[in-house]
């Protein structure tokens, strides 16, 4: 699916399609399966939500830093993420995301679920996100300041939920926004590093652990700033 006002940033160089579509051989060589997402990654710019002296290593599979202490996540770990959120089910309604950083998560997202919700504690961050959003034509993704960890109450429950920092447990007030059949997926810090955790929500109202391997993430904090 194709992002509103894609032509216009197809970039070239070290930015362009073939060099986007490179990145995407890497990521089925490491294992991500799924084409929709495969079709994100490569029509996303992703070269649009890093700073612009840092455009040239965009399409690289690699998390860069987008300043206040904060990262892009690896295109790797941004692919897998997706994919296990989908997991093959039908498009879905309503995606919530804490963390928005960059706004390149809530990008990929916007072109595979009907509404991505996406809440940052960092101001300057989000402010800089809206601006890139508008840039790329990207209407289907809603954002709030606010402390991610309490989630948005007013839009749940979610299809589906997306934590892009590591606490040491996911906070009970996502998982209560999760709906009926949902998934979220999250770092949690255990032991001395941090481990992927896919919670599935089932119809009965029961919840599901799996241990989806080792990542690295920036800590998940409370308070605005």
Same mark, same amino acid.
Do not use: C
């Given at each position: ?44 710019? /992703? $070269?649009?939500?890093?700073? +612009?002296?840092?455009? *040239?290593? &965009?399409?690289? @599979? ?6 206040? !202490? ?73 954002? /709030? $300041?606010?402390?991610?960890? +309490?989630?948005?109450? *007013?839009? &749940?429950?979610? @299809? ?6 590591? !606490? ?58």
């Amino acid at each position: 699916m194709m992002l509103p006002k894609q032509q216009r940033h197809q970039g070239i160089g070290m930015t362009s399609p073939r060099t986007r579509e490179r990145l995407v051989e890497r990521l089925r060589d490491k294992g991500i399966h799924d084409e929709q997402v495969l079709r994100a990654i490569a029509t996303t710019p /992703r $070269h649009v939500f890093v700073d +612009e002296a840092l455009s *040239t290593r &965009a399409y690289e @599979d690699t998390a860069l830093p987008i300043g206040m !202490g904060q990262t892009i996540s690896q295109p790797y770990i941004v692919a897998y993420m997706t994919q296990e959120l989908l997991a093959g089910r039908e498009k879905l309604d309503k995606v919530l995301e804490v963390g928005t950083g960059s706004g390149y998560q809530s990008a990929v997202l916007a072109g595979l679920v009907n509404k991505v919700f996406s809440l940052e504690r960092i101001e300057p961050l989000l402010k800089e996100a809206r601006r890139r959003f508008h840039r790329v034509g990207l209407h289907n993704v809603y954002t /709030r $300041h606010a402390n991610g960890a +309490e989630g948005w109450q *007013t839009q &749940a429950p979610f @299809d589906a939920i997306i934590i892009t920092a590591a !606490g040491p447990r996911i906070p009970p007030e996502l998982l209560a926004q999760l709906a009926e059949g949902g998934r979220l997926v999250a770092p949690v810090e255990r032991g001395d590093g941090q481990r992927l955790i896919l919670v599935s929500r089932d119809d009965a109202g029961e919840y599901q652990e799996k241990d989806l391997g080792t990542v690295t993430f920036v800590p998940l904090l409370e308070g605005l700033s």
